[in-house]
């Protein structure tokens, strides 16, 4: 079956957002505002999510332009609330405004620019943790024996040593369900070049990592692309680590090579992709417009499982 994105899908393939979509069922529904749905894949993805049993959606935006997409897809909705906002800007104030004051346990973008979204999600101090918030992709690829956690893809360009050591941070929290996730720090090689930035990065944040500061994963190098998800190229090249070929979560160097390595695998490689946000008050899912509903479901699902985290810890004495 083809999707959006233009990969063909397996009948046999293995779907492991299917099975996190279960785990996030059990965890509970949460309410999750999503901010400005006026077109049919962001209003399909958030109805699709309700129906899976993930959420409890908060509508926010123009309600004529909202229900008027709603008649054109024959999509029924009566019983979800719907916040009257005018403009995708003031949508976004207001979702950002009720998470703060505690009436969401999430937000989800639809309509809008990803920039106006998290513009209004930074200038409020009250959505900010101790962490810089960082953007982490899972991947379902095929030819991969596990989920591949990527970041940053969509938030910070050219991350400094402190902001990298947030994303790996982040990373590490979102990868939910892996009970020590293997972080491997890309670069260009796996040896240490002091005019390759990326690989002293990445030999401090293992430092750090030794010393204490990062905790609840193995961290590793930096490695190269190949080294880090093939075992095959790891023995060859004679590098042996908890790490090398079997990484769970990639921490790039840049926006730029996350991104285009996300999109590789998404267009090329047949790959399923959610992504959200970390380090905010609230987990937010940030989907793209090519999205399909199973992968905003995943995004739900994944936000849902953070939220429901997050939850357990306030509970907890």
């Known amino acids: 079956m083809d999707d959006i994105a233009g990969h063909t899908e397996s009948a046999d393939r293995i779907d492991r957002f299917a099975s996190l979509e279960q785990i996030a069922r059990d965890a509970g529904r949460i309410r999750m505002g999503v901010v400005h749905p006026t077109d049919a ?37 009566d019983e979800v609330h719907i916040e009257e906002v005018g403009t995708p800007v003031e949508a976004a104030e207001k979702e950002v405004e009720m998470a703060a004051q505690g009436q ?20 409020d101090k009250r959505m900010r943790t101790v962490r810089r918030m960082s953007h982490v992709f899972a991947m379902d690829v095929p030819s991969y024996a596990r989920l591949l956690f990527i970041s940053d893809a969509a938030i910070n360009v050219r991350p400094n040593l402190s902001q990298l050591r947030d994303i790996t941070c982040n990373a590490i929290a979102h990868a939910l ?11 260009a090689t796996e040896n240490i070049n002091e005019e390759i930035e990326s690989t002293l990065y990445a030999a401090a944040i293992c430092k750090m990592a030794d010393r204490g500061t990062i905790t609840g994963a193995d961290i590793d190098r930096p490695l190269a692309m190949d ?15 908890k790490v090398a070929g079997q990484a769970d979560i990639l921490i790039l160097p840049d926006l730029i090579s996350g991104n285009i390595l996300a999109k590789d695998l998404d267009y090329l490689a047949g790959a399923k ?29 994944l936000v849902c499982l953070l939220a429901a985290a997050k939850r357990r810890k306030r509970k907890t004495p």
């Open 41 to 77: 894949p962001s209003l399909k993805g958030a109805l699709a999510a309700a129906r899976a049993g993930l959420i409890d959606p908060v509508l926010i935006g123009p309600e004529e332009a909202i229900r008027a997409v709603a008649r054109e897809e024959g999509l029924d909705f």
């Open 104 to 123: 969401l346990d999430a937000l989800k973008k639809g309509t809008l620019h990803t920039n106006d979204l998290m513009h209004a999600v930074v200038v």
């Open 177 to 187: 369900g892996t009970e020590r996730p293997k972080v491997a720090l890309l670069s």
């Open 227 to 241: 080294n880090a998800v093939s075992p095959e190229a790891a023995r060859i090249k004679g590098i042996t680590s």
């Open 273 to 301: 992709a959610a992504g959200i946000v970390m380090g905010a008050a609230v987990p937010i899912a940030l989907t793209s417009r090519a999205d399909t509903e199973g992968e905003r479901r995943a995004s739900a699902a």
